[in-house]
């Protein structure tokens, strides 16, 4: 099975930009629906992004234009690109793993990202 670990949260200021990074190891990263949700503080879980196996992407409309979701198999990578950051995109950014077929999921720890002046 798949174990995903984030990185590239921080602190950042309003109008920056920050690209976090899901790194993939134990299978192989084609055979994964692959997504980003975030969760703020006394909030839900809730989704940002998505990427397919084959590449097509869905986005939140609060990130859609700002944010970019992409993968690369050959790393066993996937990318957020964050930018113009807002104070509302404080949270706590998961990678989730989504096998095909059978439709087990699996996260990672999450990375922090503050958006503050």
């Known amino acids: 099975q798949v174990q995903v670990v984030e990185s590239g949260g921080g602190l950042v200021q309003p109008g920056g930009s920050l690209r976090l990074v899901c790194a993939a190891s134990?299978?192989?990263?084609?055979?994964?629906?692959m997504g980003w949700y975030r969760q703020a503080p006394g909030k839900q879980r809730e989704l940002v992004a998505t990427?397919?196996?084959?590449?097509?992407?869905n986005y939140a409309d609060s990130v859609k234009g700002r944010f970019t979701i992409s993968r690369d198999n050959a790393k066993n990578t996937v990318y957020l690109q964050m930018n113009n950051l807002k104070p509302e995109d404080t949270a706590v950014y998961y990678c989730?793993?989504?096998?095909?077929?059978?439709?087990?999921?699996?996260w990672g720890q999450g990375t922090q990202v503050t958006v503050s002046s």
């Open positions: 134990g299978d192989i990263l084609r055979l994964y629906h």
């Open positions: 990427i397919t196996s084959g590449h097509s992407t």
């Open positions: 989730q793993a989504q096998r095909i077929g059978p439709a087990t999921v699996f």
